[in-house]
C-alpha cells in the first residue's frame, strides 16, 4: 500500500504529519521536501518512507554499503557488514540502530522494523542482528526500484488506469493488490486493486470546512458490471478518511470511477467530552455486555451513541435523559459481537469512545497441521451463535482470500467447524468482524504460520556463523546446513540437543560464490528458511587527492582478496592501472593509487563470483561545482572550481520546478561543454529564466555498454530552501550558545538574510560577520531559552520569504512502554514524563503509528506534564512506532515499537 503525497511548504507548520515526521527522520527542512511517499509492505513487517526533494545525500549512521559507481568512504563501517550492488550510482545504504537508510542526491529512504514478518525465508544479509536484517533488506528494495531493477509501479495496470486521472490530487494512495497486499480487511472481494486521489492530506481532511471532492479508481476482479454500485460506496466508505455525502459512479476501460463528495469526519476530542468513566463487562451465560457508568460526568443521552455490529442500537437501550455514575445499560450482543459505547457532539463533529467489547474470543479453538498444511477453527461455545457479522480471511503468497463461508453465512452450532486448507509457513488465518466505520473490523482469531528464524551472517572475525533465533524450542537435528546443497561438516546437532534462541553454528570462512542454506525439516517436505550467496565481506574506502588527481583504495574490512579477482573501473570502464599492477592481495592495511579524472564514477568490484560485487566507490570532485543566484535577473550561475581540467561532455544542468515542464532535449546536452572544450577552474555557464521556485541540478553522466547512469553532484535552489540550522546548544545550565549555521548549497550575501528572535531582530545579523555566505558560516544568537522563536528571512526575491523557522524546545525526557494484551491482539502503549521541563498539556501530543493516524492530544488531568505524569493509547494491533511531538512540529522523543508476535 503506497501513500504518496505532494508537498509544497516553507516552514515545519504548513507540513502534514506524515510530511513533518519524514523532515524529522531525514533531518531535513521543510522546504527541501518535495515529495514523501509511506510504504506498507504485503508482510507488514517494515514501515518504509521515502522523500524527494533539494537536498544533498544524506549520511545517518554507519555506511553499508555503497552504489555503483558512487559513494564516499566511511571509516567507521562495521567490520562484519558487506556491500551490495543493487543500488542506483551514488548511492548509500546506512544504519544507525533505529533505521536502514537508502540515500541519494535529493532523495532518501527510511526503513523501520516495526514487527515480525512472516515471510518463509529467512533473511540473510550480513547484518549484526535480525532487527537489521529486516530494515537493511526493505531498505534495498527500495534502492533497487531505484535502480529500475524492480517494476515500476507507474506501469502496473492499475498505475496506468489511475496515475492520469489522479495525479493532480495533492495526496494519492495505491493499493495494487486489495487480495494480497496489507488493503484494508474490509475491502470487498471483488475487488482487485484500488487507488484514491484525495484534495488534501489524509489528516486535513478532519479539519475542512464544507465538502471536498475525492476520486477513486477501483480495478474488478472480474468484470466490471459484476462490480455493482452498493460495492464501490462501500469501498469508498471503508478507505476515505472523511465522510462521503455524494458518489458519481462510472465505468470505462475496465475500471469503475467513483467522484466522491466529502465532509469532514467526526475528530476525536476527549476535552470536549464528559469526564467520564465507563466500564464494560460481558455476560457469557446471557449473551449480553453491560455498560456501566463507573465515575465522572453525566453523558446527555442525546449525545450518547451505542453501536451493534455497525449498527445504532442507542435507542433501543437507554432510558432518561442522562447517563451518570452508577447508571448502567445492556445490549444483547448473543455469543459473536462487536458493540461500542461513544459521545458524540453533531454540532463541533467530535467524538469520544468510552469502551468497546468484542465477544467472544474464547469461543474458538484453533488447530494447525504443519504436515497436511491444514487450520481447523472450532466453534466450543454451549449454544448457538449468529456468526453473519464474521469473515474467515486467509493471507497467503496467494494473496488474500475470504474462506468458509458455510462457517460465516448464518447460525454456528457447537461443534461446527471449518478447515482452511493451503495454510502454509507464513501465512495468516483470521476471523474478524466484517463491520463499516466507525466501529471498524477487529478479529476474535488471529492465527499465523511461523517457521523457525534463523540469520545467516557474514563476519570478518568468524566468517560465516549462523544463529538460530525461533519462538520455541526445537530439535537441533530438525535443522541441516547446506553449502551448494550438500551438508556442512558441522550441523548444529553437533552441538546441541535442543534449540531455544540463541545458539549459534560457526562456520568459519567459506570458499566465495558458493552458497550457504539451512532447510528445517519437521514439516513433510524440508523448507529453506534462510540462504546466503558467499560474498566477500571485504569493504574499501577510495578517497580522491585532487591536487594528485588520483584515487587511493584503502582495504578497510574483511577477508584478504587476490588482487586478480579486482577491477577498478571509472564510468564502467577499467582505469588504467589495476589493483593486480600493484598488489598481488588486498588485505589488512593495503592500498594503491590510480590516476583517475575529476567528475567521474569509480568503483573497486569483485569478479570472481558469477556476477560482479561491489566493495567500495565514490564520485570524485564533488564538490567541484558552486552556483550563485541572481534573483533581478533570474539566472543562475554555475562554476567549476575544480583544481584539474575535465571533460566537460560528462556534465549534465537541468533546471527542476513544480509545473515546469522537463526539458528532455536540454537535458541530455551537456551546457559546459557548449561552451568550452576544456573545463578548467573559474569556468562559468549561466542558466537563464530560472524562477525563484525553481531549482538547477549538475549531474555526471556516463555512459557505458549496456545503459547509462547520472549522478547528480549539485543541487542549487534559486530561493533559499535550506538556509541555516539552529543548535540549541545545552540550555543556560552550562552556559552553551544557540548558533546559526548556514547550509545553503547557492552562494549568496548575507545582507539579504535577517535573523528574527521572537519577531524582533537578533542583535547580531549575517552581514555583520560576512558579506559572501558560501556555506558553514556560523552566527551566535547567545543563550535562549525554550519556547523562543528564531526564524531567518530572505529578502533578494520578489516577496520577504521565511527560510528558517525553529523554537528552542523544552528539555523534557521521556519513556515508552509498550504491554501486549493477553490475546496477542493490540495492547496498550504508555508514554511517561521522566524528567526535565514541565510543559503546558496544549501543547504536547502523542502518536502510535499506525494506531492514531495522526497526533492525539496528551490525556492528562492538569494543565501542564511534568516528571511523574503518564498516558495511554489502547491499540487494537502492534504498533509500529510512537512519538511525543511538541507545538506539533517538535518531536521530543522517537521509539520504534518492534515486538514479535
Do not use: C
Request: net charge negative.
Amino acid at each position: 500500500m503506497v501513500i504518496a503525497e505532494r508537498v509544497d511548504a516553507d516552514t515545519e507548520e504548513d507540513l502534514s504529519y506524515r510530511a513533518r515526521s519524514a523532515t524529522e527522520r531525514f533531518d531535513v527542512d521543510a522546504g527541501e521536501l518535495a515529495a514523501t511517499v509511506a510504504v506498507t509492505p504485503s508482510e507488514r513487517g517494515i514501515q518504509l518512507v521515502t522523500a524527494a526533494g533539494d537536498f544533498d545525500r544524506l549520511d545517518h549512521g554507519e555506511t553499508i554499503a555503497v552504489g555503483e559507481g558512487g559513494g564516499e568512504s566511511n571509516d567507521d563501517a562495521p567490520a562484519e557488514v558487506e556491500t551490495t550492488d543493487e543500488l542506483p550510482a551514488g548511492w548509500r545504504l546506512t544504519d544507525n540502530d533505529e533505521t536502514a537508510f537508502v540515500t541519494g542526491d535529493g532523495v532518501a529512504a527510511a526503513a523501520t522494523d516495526s514487527g515480525y514478518s512472516p515471510s518463509p525465508r529467512g533473511r540473510s544479509d550480513s547484518s549484526a542482528d535480525d532487527t537489521s536484517e529486516r530494515r537493511i533488506e526493505a531498505a534495498l528494495a527500495a534502492g533497487r526500484a531505484a535502480a529500475d531493477e524492480a517494476d515500476r509501479l507507474a506501469e502496473s495496470p492499475l498505475g496506468t488506469a489511475a496515475l492520469p486521472r489522479l495525479g493532480g490530487f495533492e495526496t494519492v494512495l495505491l493499493v495494487p493488490d486489495a487480495t494480497g497486499g496489507p488493503s484494508p480487511l474490509a475491502v470487498p472481494d471483488n475487488v482487485d486493486a484500488f487507488a484514491a486521489g484525495f484534495e488534501t492530506d489524509l489528516t486535513d481532511l478532519r479539519d475542512i470546512d464544507g465538502t471536498v471532492e475525492n476520486a477513486y479508481v477501483i480495478r474488478p476482479a472480474a468484470d466490471t458490471d459484476r462490480l455493482n454500485d452498493e460495492t464501490a460506496r462501500r469501498l469508498v466508505r471503508t478507505v476515505d478518511p472523511a465522510v462521503p455525502v455524494e458518489m458519481d459512479i462510472t465505468r470505462t476501460d475496465g475500471v469503475v470511477l467513483v467522484d466522491a463528495v466529502v465532509e469532514a469526519p467526526p475528530e476525536i476530542d476527549r476535552k470536549a467530552s464528559p469526564d467520564a468513566r465507563v466500564r464494560s463487562q460481558f455476560d457469557r451465560a446471557a449473551g449480553t455486555v453491560t455498560f456501566e457508568h463507573v465515575e465522572g460526568e453525566a453523558v446527555p443521552a442525546d449525545e450518547l451513541e451505542v453501536w451493534h455490529d455497525g449498527e445504532v442500537v442507542s435507542d433501543t437501550v437507554l432510558d432518561g435523559e442522562e447517563f451518570t455514575a452508577g447508571d448502567a445499560f445492556t445490549v444483547e450482543t448473543g455469543l459473536i459481537g462487536t458493540v461500542m459505547v461513544r459521545w458524540f457532539d453533531p454540532d463541533a463533529n467530535v467524538y469520544d469512545t468510552y469502551a468497546r467489547e468484542q465477544v467472544d474470543r474464547e469461543a474458538f479453538a484453533v488447530e494447525y497441521d504443519m504436515s497436511a498444511e491444514t487450520l481447523e477453527l472450532t466453534y466450543e461455545a454451549e449454544r448457538p451463535a449468529d456468526a453473519s457479522s464474521l469473515r474467515l480471511v486467509h493471507r497467503g503468497e496467494g494473496g488474500v482470500q475470504t474462506v468458509g463461508d458455510e462457517f460465516t453465512d448464518g447460525t454456528l452450532e457447537p461443534g461446527d467447524a471449518v478447515t482452511v486448507t493451503d495454510v502454509s509457513i507464513g501465512d495468516s488465518v483470521q476471523l474478524e468482524f466484517d463491520v463499516e466505520t466507525p466501529m471498524g473490523g477487529g478479529s476474535l482469531v488471529h492465527y499465523r504460520a511461523r517457521p523457525p528464524r534463523v540469520w545467516i551472517h557474514s563476519h570478518a572475525e568468524d566468517g560465516t556463523t549462523i544463529r538460530y533465533d525461533g519462538e520455541e524450542s526445537r530439535p537441533a537435528d530438525a535443522f541441516v546446513t547446506l553449502l551448494d546443497g550438500e551438508p556442512t561438516d558441522v550441523q548444529f546437532a553437533d552441538e546441541y540437543d535442543t534449540l531455544s534462541g540463541g545458539e549459534e553454528l560457526v562456520l568459519g570462512e567459506l570458499p566465495l560464490g558458493r552458497t550457504v542454506a539451512v532447510e528445517w525439516h519437521e514439516p513433510d517436505e524440508p523448507v529453506v528458511i534462510a540462504e546466503h550467496e558467499v560474498v566477500p565481506n571485504t569493504r574499501a574506502s577510495i578517497e580522491y587527492d585532487p591536487e594528485a588527481g588520483e584515487i587511493t583504495v584503502q582495504h578497510r574490512s574483511g577477508r584478504t582478496l587476490p588482487a586478480s579477482e579486482l577491477e577498478l573501473q571509472a564510468g564502467r570502464t577499467p582505469t588504467d592501472v589495476q589493483p593486480a599492477d600493484k598488489l598481488d592481495e588486498f588485505g589488512p592495511d593495503d592500498s594503491f593509487s590510480a590516476p583517475v579524472p575529476p567528475l567521474s564514477r569509480v568503483r573497486l568490484v569483485w569478479t570472481g563470483g558469477d556476477r560482479e560485487h561491489h566493495l567500495g566507490g565514490t564520485t570524485t570532485a564533488r564538490d567541484a561545482v558552486a552556483a550563485t543566484y541572481d534573483a533581478d535577473t533570474e539566472a543562475m550561475t554555475v562554476e567549476y572550481v575544480g583544481e584539474r581540467p575535465v571533460d566537460p561532455e560528462r556534465l549534465r544542468v537541468s533546471v527542476h520546478g513544480a509545473g515546469r515542464p522537463p526539458d528532455r532535449e536540454r537535458d541530455q546536452e551537456s551546457a559546459f561543454a557548449a561552451e568550452y572544450d576544456e573545463l578548467t577552474e573559474g569556468d562559468t555557464i549561466t542558466v537563464d529564466d530560472v524562477g525563484l521556485d525553481d531549482t538547477v541540478v549538475v549531474s555526471v553522466h556516463t555512459e557505458f555498454e549496456n545503459g547509462s547512469a547520472t549522478s547528480s553532484v549539485g543541487h542549487f535552489s534559486a530561493a533559499p530552501r535550506r538556509g541555516f540550522v539552529v543548535d540549541d546548544g545545552e540550555g543556560d545550565s552550562d552556559g552553551s550558545e544557540t548558533t546559526l549555521r548556514y547550509v545553503g548549497e547557492v552562494r549568496r550575501n548575507a545582507d539579504a538574510f535577517a535573523v528574527l528572535i521572537d519577531g524582533e531582530p537578533a542583535p547580531e545579523q549575517p552581514a555583520d560577520e560576512t558579506d559572501r555566505l558560501t556555506g558553514g558560516e556560523t552566527l551566535s544568537l547567545g543563550n535562549l531559552s525554550a519556547g523562543t522563536e528564531v526564524a531567518v528571512e530572505w529578502t533578494a526575491g520578489d516577496e520577504t520569504r521565511t527560510v528558517t523557522e525553529h523554537v528552542i524546545p523544552p528539555q523534557a525526557r521521556f519513556e515508552v512502554a509498550y504491554e501486549s494484551a493477553d490475546d496477542g491482539e493490540g495492547g496498550v502503549v504508555t508514554f511517561s514524563h521522566v524528567g526535565g521541563d514541565a510543559l503546558d498539556a496544549e501543547h504536547v501530543d502523542v502518536v502510535v503509528e499506525p494506531e492514531t493516524d495522526g497526533l492525539r492530544p496528551w490525556d492528562s488531568d492538569t494543565d501542564e506534564v511534568a516528571a511523574g505524569d503518564e498516558t495511554s493509547v489502547t491499540v487494537d494491533a502492534e504498533p509500529g512506532l510512537a512519538a511525543v511531538v511538541f507545538n506539533e512540529s517538535e518531536v521530543l522523543h522517537r521509539e520504534p515499537l518492534a515486538q514479535d508476535r
